[in-house]
Nanobody
Framework: QAQLVESGGGSVQAGGSLRLSCAAS????????MGWFRQAPGKEREGVAA????????AYADSVKGRFTISQDKAKSTVYLQMNSLKPEDTAMYYC????????????????????YGQGTQVTVSS
């Protein structure tokens, strides 16, 4: 069973930064799409950022473009999300996700069925 373990969440003030990490295990890393979703209380889950693990292609939600950067360390099967200029509306539970199989382009992660998900890490941004 694939495992995705997130870390790096926390509480910051508006304008601050956080870096999330997601370590993948028990799955073939390369060739998938991996990334991050978030869900705030009372809202639907939304895709935030995605990366193609077989290359360097990335995709972002419009709400985070220019502020968030997704990256990966293929040797460690780990995906990162660097979040800068955080806003109170970024407050949510952030979930790491990986497609169940091969995937491209990375934006496909946001609509793929049967993704694997981590347990989530809370990000809270205060004004």
């Amino acid at each position: 069973q694939a495992q995705l373990v997130e870390s790096g969440g926390g509480s910051v003030q508006a304008g601050g930064s956080l870096r999330l990490s997601c370590a993948a295990s028990a799955l073939t890393y390369s060739g998938r799409c991996m990334g991050w979703f978030r869900q705030a209380p009372g809202k639907e889950r939304e895709g935030v950022a995605a990366i193609y693990t077989g290359g360097s292609a990335t995709a972002y939600a419009d709400s985070v473009k220019g502020r968030f950067t997704i990256s990966q360390d293929k040797a460690k099967s780990t995906v990162y999300l660097q979040m800068n200029s955080l806003k109170p509306e970024d407050t949510a539970m952030y979930y790491c996700a990986a497609t169940a199989g091969l995937c491209f382009p990375p934006l496909s992660l946001f609509s793929a069925e049967n993704n694997f998900y981590g347990q989530g890490t809370q990000v809270t941004v205060s004004s």
